[in-house]
């Protein structure tokens, strides 16, 4: 008989852990627990990937009509109904949460509705009181949103509650420049709602290709977003407050009211003093100012475990920490915090430890996308990350997708490779278009495998598609 009560258990019923949980149960009969706090999908099926992408398809109707028109269909514009659209939202999301519990308990999973804690390298402290023992402990905590330091800061929401809104304000200045800024600048202008957006660095989407980023922010700017870069909060305050009257005046059409009082988020409409001196009045102020580890109060330093920078839960190739017992994956780790990413790390995990066939997490090379208006779409080096280790040719092209130049609109699409100049190995595909992270999955194959930009051009174009631009470039656009 063992000499624990499980041969694993799991802190954190996000994607990654329920993952490992009930792989390690179901393919290799080991015994398993679970403890989630929460609900069951954590950050990406609750409050992140999924209901994000929802809003991201509710926001695109917006154009439709109109499109439609120009193609000869008599169709009206609309209105959207935020209420509907959020209780749909929510039954969804709960459908889903019943789908991983189901999942965990085909497989063999004992789950446990509570916090855990690290009590020793073996055992776990669950807030009913309980305590349990493991052989192997695997933290799958996941990361939480951040408000800066400031002062007020409570007065502005955050990306978990954005999704639990009675109502949509009626104008929403968004902090931050990142991907989570820009696709829910790019949703809630999409919804209707009047989006500002502050960011502090020179432009938007940070460590993305450069090209690529800033025909977003041409896009997000042409769309009607109001996007000022090299701006960021300087002061805020309730409206009708003294502190707020002292700020000064803000003009009267930006003074948008309607936000539903929430305590957790402010009680009504900001005014907001920037760094360039304007004084605006807004009925949200949304923080998308980074996310952190959830590694607070989980017991770490007792055990030897210091977490590193900004909490991240240090670990090596195989997910292990400093204790031998003690494992962690996904978003606690700050390694690189994509839901597929957390899912891989769980597998890794199991084959390591529970199959006997040690696999360290390949991080190399993992496609991604930001479901901005146009998304984008990338795998591989940005055009100045490859220039800075080897000369490169860029082959590159933009043009008005046939879709929409037939209706005399001014979006554009970029396809974009970086190649080796050596070896001609494609360092890096960046695609921004419609579907743009349908695109790159499969282009990310080929650039995962060491294509080289010859085995692009060998590729028989699909004729007529966005997509084919990316086999048919033929000249470079410049070499570095």
């Known amino acids: 008989m063992s000499a624990f009560d499980y041969d694993l258990f799991v802190i954190g019923g996000g994607s990654g852990g ?26 990406c099926v609750i409050r992140g990937c999924v209901p994000k992408k929802l809003m991201v398809f509710a926001s695109e109707y917006r154009d439709m009509p109109a499109t439609a028109r120009a193609y000869g269909w008599d169709i009206a514009d609309g209105q959207f109904d935020w209420t509907a659209f959020r209780t749909k939202l929510n039954t969804e999301l709960d459908r889903l949460e019943e789908v ?51 002062p007020n800061a409570h007065l502005g929401m955050v990306s978990d509650d954005i999704f639990h809104l009675d109502k949509l304000p009626k104008s929403v200045l968004i902090v931050g420049g990142g991907y989570i800024a820009c696709e829910f600048a790019c949703i809630l202008h999409g919804l209707g709602v009047k989006v500002t957006q502050f960011y502090r660095g020179a432009q938007i989407l940070r460590g993305f290709d450069d090209e690529a980023r800033g025909l977003i922010a041409d896009a997000m700017k042409g769309r009607g ?8 909060i300087v002061e805020m305050h309730c409206v009708g407050t003294p502190e707020a009257d002292a700020m000064g005046e803000a ?15 402010g009680s009504g409409p900001v005014r907001v003093k920037a760094t360039n001196g304007t004084i605006r ?13 959830n590694s607070d109060d989980l017991g770490l330093e007792a055990l030897g475990i210091e977490p590193g920078r900004n909490g991240a839960i240090e670990v090596d190739e195989y997910s292990q920490t400093k204790v031998p017992s003690v494992y962690a994956i996904g978003d606690v780790t700050n390694r690189v915090n994509l839901t597929p990413v957390a899912i891989r790390e769980g597998m890794a995990f199991v084959e390591t430890v529970f199959k006997g066939n040690p696999t360290p997490v390949d991080h190399e090379l993992i496609p991604s996308a930001v479901f901005t208006q146009p998304e984008m779409g990338t795998v591989g080096l940005t055009e100045e990350q490859a220039a800075e280790q080897e000369e490169i040719e860029v082959y590159c092209t933009s043009f008005r997708p046939m879709q929409m130049a037939f209706v005399d609109a001014p979006d554009r699409v970029l396809m974009k490779l970086i190649v080796s100049k050596a070896n001609r190995t494609v360092l890096g595909c960046h695609i ?15 650039v995962k495998m060491g294509a080289t930009k010859e085995d692009f051009d060998r590729t028989v174009a699909v004729h007529p598609t966005m997509s084919e631009e990316i086999v048919t470039m033929r000249n470079p656009a410049r070499t570095r």
């Open 281 to 293: 009045d807004f009925d949200a102020v949304f923080f998308a100012t980074g996310r952190v580890p």
């Open 225 to 232: 977003i109001d996007l000022h870069t090299g701006t960021t």
């Open 251 to 265: 003009p009267v059409d930006d003074v948008q009211y309607g936000q539903p009082e929430q305590e957790e988020i």
């Open 100 to 150: 991983y519990r189901k999942l965990l308990k085909g497989s063999g999973v004992e789950t446990f509705d509570a916090r855990a804690t690290l009590k020793d390298a073996h055992t776990v402290k669950l807030s009913t009181g309980e305590e349990k023992t493991a052989k192997h402990i695997l933290i799958a905590t996941g990361g939480r949103p951040q408000r800066p330091d400031m």
């Open 432 to 446: 921004v278009a419609p579907g743009a992270g349908e695109m790159i999955q499969l282009a990310g194959i080929a």
């Open 18 to 43: 329920v993952r490992a949980a009930r792989v390690a149960a179901g393919e290799t009969g080991a015994k398993v627990a679970l403890a989630e706090e929460d609900r069951y999908g954590g950050t």
